[in-house]
T-cell receptor, first 112, second 112 residues
Framework: GESVGLHLPTLSVQEGDNSIINCAYSNSASDYFIWYKQESGKGPQFIID?????DKRQGQRVTVLLNKTVKHLSLQIAATQPGDSAVYFCAENIGNAGKSTFGDGTTLTVKP | DADVTQTPRNRITKTGKRIMLECSQT?????MYWYRQDPGLGLRLIYY???????NKGEISDGYSVSRQAQAKFSLSLESAIPNQTALYFCATSDGQADTQYFGPGTRLTVL
């Protein structure tokens, strides 16, 4: 069967390694998903988004994967750098309702 | 210059005091939001507004009120602050075309 990555509140990786951050979303009607990065002392910032008609989207060093069957979202960061250390949140949205539901966040720490 | 600004950035107050947190944006967005963030938790929606004449309660509106003075300004009030309102407060905006939100730097509020 399908294996689903666990959501972990913290993740520690070595600089240069790839990171995978997981998120389970709650509403099967959600059709738009966003990953945000929150650095210490700052507000969350948009990283990448994906719509439900896609299962993968790539950005610069980041890839988002969407598995609607198991309501799971993941963020992959390639060649993780110290500047990637932050809290990462997923957010789910329905249509253009204008409200996002945020996950609890994963704190990523990059070790030099 | 920051597109979404919040004042004050830090505030310490006493139980029972009235507090106002202010948010201004230069992005020209119609939609504005107030969230609170507690340690280890995600963002919880307090109030949101889709235009100047529109105010909606979020999931945790009790003990808070808001005012949308203009398209660019959205203020959050705590009529009688209590210690469990100690948190980090974020304002955000959205253009309504997608649900991507743009966050301010946050206000750290401590209620003694």
């Amino acid at each position: 069967g399908e294996s689903v990555g666990l959501h972990l509140p913290t993740l520690s990786v070595q600089e240069g390694d790839n990171s995978i951050i997981n998120c389970a979303y709650s509403n099967s009607a959600s059709d738009y998903f966003i990953w945000y990065k929150q650095e210490s002392g700052k507000g969350p910032q948009f990283i990448i988004d994906i719509r439900s008609n896609m299962d993968k989207r790539q950005g610069q060093r980041v890839t988002v994967l969407l598995n609607k069957t198991v309501k799971h979202l993941s963020l992959q960061i390639a060649a993780t750098q110290p500047g990637d250390s932050a809290v990462y949140f997923c957010a789910e949205n329905i249509g253009n309702a204008g409200k996002s539901t945020f996950g609890d966040g994963t704190t990523l720490t990059v070790k030099p | 210059d920051a597109d979404v600004t919040q004042t004050p950035r830090n505030r310490i107050t006493k139980t029972g005091k009235r507090i106002m947190l202010e948010c201004s944006q230069t992005k020209g967005h119609d939609r504005m939001y107030w969230y609170r963030q507690d340690p280890g938790l995600g963002l919880r929606l307090i109030y949101y507004s889709f235009d100047v004449k529109d105010i909606n309660k979020g999931e945790i509106s009790d003990g808070y009120s808001v005012s949308r003075q203009a398209q660019a300004k959205f203020s959050l009030s705590l009529e009688s602050a209590i210690p469990n309102q100690t948190a980090l407060y974020f304002c955000a905006t959205s253009d309504g075309q997608a649900d991507t939100q743009y966050f301010g730097p946050g206000t750290r509020l401590t209620v003694l």
